[in-house]
């Protein structure tokens, strides 16, 4: 299973928004349907370290609401299908692609650079 996370501070994001987001950063073939979007609240202590700096702000010690996006492998023939990532397109871009697993990560079809 692979889990995208959207952290949308102390307002829930739209779940229409992060819908179009991931459908342009995914390959065509792969659809992201709003009932794979499923919102959450979650407390600072429960986010760990990482997140103090970002609890810590205006209404710190509020709930941070988030939206998860999970995909879970997909059949295919004999394999499965897993959902990949690209982190090589800029700074905060990322593409989402799914392919066969494998040992090592297949090539991203956004890029086409070997790994
Ligand atoms: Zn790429």
């Known amino acids: 299973m692979s889990t995208v996370i959207f952290l949308g501070g102390h307002r829930r994001p739209s779940p229409a928004v992060v819908r ?10 792969e659809r992201v349907q709003l009932r794979d979007l499923r919102a959450a609240t979650r407390h600072g202590p429960e986010l760990g370290p990482e997140a103090e700096p970002m609890v810590g702000g205006p209404g710190a010690g509020g709930p941070i609401r ?6 879970y492998p997909r059949k295919i023939g004999r394999g499965h299908s897993f959902l990949y990532a690209c982190f090589r397109h800029g700074a905060g871009e990322v ?9 090592r990560a297949p090539d991203c079809p956004f890029c086409r650079i070997p790994r």
């Open 66 to 71: 988030l939206l998860y996006w999970r995909r």
């Open 95 to 103: 593409r989402f692609y799914p392919a066969l697993k494998s040992p």
């Open 20 to 29: 179009r987001y991931l459908q342009s950063r995914t390959e065509g073939s």
